[in-house]
């Protein structure tokens, strides 16, 4: 056999296995994707399939790394290409959780569509455990660009909330939104709350004002006295962070 044939069956031998090997990535990697664009806040367990299609239990981490909440499983598909070099559609139980994709501006994600229970969340805001919140939570987002230039708006409804703490149950629903672009928070509430929230802040700072259905005003009056400040107008200060 000639040198030259030899080289060329040398070639195709690794290319044969450099193939393998890419087929049979192991699932895992896709979580060093959510790790690396959320800071370590967003992980992945029990992982199941490949890297290009595959399913794992989504996984909240508390700041400190010390406490990890699930939040649901996932399936996956993951394609790689040229402009955009990673896309990544994401399903839980056959509905769409986001579709994502990477390219040169960095994360972008688009249709998220995700239902979770409050208390799954609370993760995220760790002075508020101490209230036992209950209720639902929807998030959708689109057109969210993760980078060191931020951009896009999250949506967050949530439904019922509820809280051990409080005599009166639910105590309302109340609408979210977070602009990424320069880190504000705008919260409103829906209407017929026993206890309306409304205010604005940012990522670092937000305080919200509260104010008790007069109807409901005796009873709640010791747990609004415990999580809020009381103001002359018959309103509470909210320190959420």
């Known amino acids: 056999m000639s040198l030259f044939k030899k080289i060329l069956m040398w070639f195709a031998a690794w290319f044969v296995v450099i193939g393998v090997m890419v087929a049979e990535m192991p699932a895992w990697l896709v979580g060093t994707i959510f790790s690396h664009y959320t800071d370590g806040r967003l992980i992945t367990r029990n992982e199941a399939g490949s890297f290009w299609h595959g399913s794992a239990l989504l996984v909240a981490v508390s700041e400190n790394k010390k406490i990890q909440e699930p939040l649901m499983r996932v399936n996956w598909d993951l394609k790689l290409g040229l402009s955009k070099f990673v896309t990544l559609d994401l399903k839980s139980y056959n509905k769409n959780v986001a579709n994502i994709f990477i390219d040169k501006n960095g994360a972008n994600v688009n249709n998220v569509d995700m239902s979770?229970?409050?208390?799954?969340?609370?993760?995220?805001?760790?002075?508020?455990?101490?209230?036992?919140?209950?209720?639902?939570?929807?998030?959708?987002?689109?057109?969210?660009?993760?980078?060191?230039?931020?951009?896009?708006?999250?949506?967050?409804?949530?439904?019922?909330?509820?809280?051990?703490?409080?005599?009166?149950?639910?105590?309302?629903?109340?609408?979210?939104?977070?602009?990424?672009?320069?880190?504000?928070?705008?919260?409103?509430?829906?209407?017929?709350?026993?206890?309306?929230?409304?205010?604005?802040?940012?990522?670092?700072?937000?305080?919200?004002?509260?104010?008790?259905?007069?109807?409901?005003?005796?009873?709640?009056?010791?747990?609004?006295?415990?999580?809020?400040?009381?103001?002359?107008?018959?309103?509470?200060?909210?320190?959420?962070y």
Not at 130 to 138: A, D, F, H, R
Not at 196 to 218: F, M, Q
């Open 116 to 240: 979770l229970a409050i208390n799954q969340l609370t993760i995220f805001l760790e002075n508020l455990n101490s209230l036992n919140l209950t209720g639902n939570i929807k998030v959708n987002a689109n057109n969210i660009l993760i980078a060191k230039k931020m951009s896009g708006n999250i949506q967050v409804n949530l439904g019922n909330i509820g809280s051990g703490m409080s005599p009166v149950n639910p105590l309302g629903s109340y609408n979210l939104t977070m602009d990424l672009s320069n880190m504000s928070i705008n919260v409103n509430s829906s209407g017929g709350n026993a206890l309306s929230i409304d205010g604005s802040g940012n990522t670092t700072h937000l305080e919200l004002t509260a104010k008790v259905d007069p109807d409901k005003r005796d009873d709640m009056l010791q747990f609004m006295t415990m999580v809020g400040v009381p103001q002359g107008d018959g309103a509470y200060v909210l320190k959420v």
